[in-house]
């Protein structure tokens, strides 16, 4: 609790920018930190916010670094964080190939993910195989697919 009080002043345009993100933005995670700067400008305390939220206070400060950095763009998730992808969805030699699999036996996934274990050498759950059909076609079966 030692140290320099800080506090987040904001023009009313940042101010209107962080509301709306707040309300409207597509991450949650992306959302709070919104509502951290502006919880901030109202007064509350680096720990106190690091309470609500159940965080270190060096997060809220980091991203109220973030926020003086690069304004409500640095409260973003920087690309590169969490896991690659098993299959990449733009990569279409392998997506063609998933596709003709799951086409020849559309009921039963366990020898698709087989076949796909032994021709790509990727191993994948039933789960994640779902995933990236719906993701790469918008509908989970290939019946689906078919009646678009």
């Not at 305390?45 to 640095?74: C, L, M, P």
């Not at 020849?104 to 790509?120: D, R, T």
Request: aromatic share 4%; hydrophobic share 30%; glycine share 6%.
């Amino acid at each position: 609790m030692q140290g320099e009080k800080r506090y987040i002043k904001l023009t009313k345009e940042e101010q209107t920018n962080l509301e709306k993100g707040r309300k409207t933005g597509k991450k949650a995670s992306f959302r709070q930190r919104c509502h951290y700067i502006l919880l901030s400008h109202q007064g509350m305390k680096v720990h106190e916010i690091a309470e609500i939220y159940q965080v270190s206070r060096q997060s809220i400060t980091r991203w109220f670094d973030r926020f003086e950095e690069a304004n409500i763009d640095g409260l973003h998730t920087a690309k590169g964080q969490g896991r690659d992808p098993i299959v990449r969805i733009d990569n279409e030699a392998e997506i063609a190939l998933i596709e003709k699999l799951v086409e020849a036996s559309p009921q039963n996934l366990n020898p698709v993910l087989a076949k796909i274990e032994e021709e790509l050498g990727k191993t994948m759950s039933k789960r994640t195989l779902k995933r990236l059909l719906v993701k790469k076609t918008g509908c989970g079966s290939v019946s689906e697919r078919k009646q678009l």
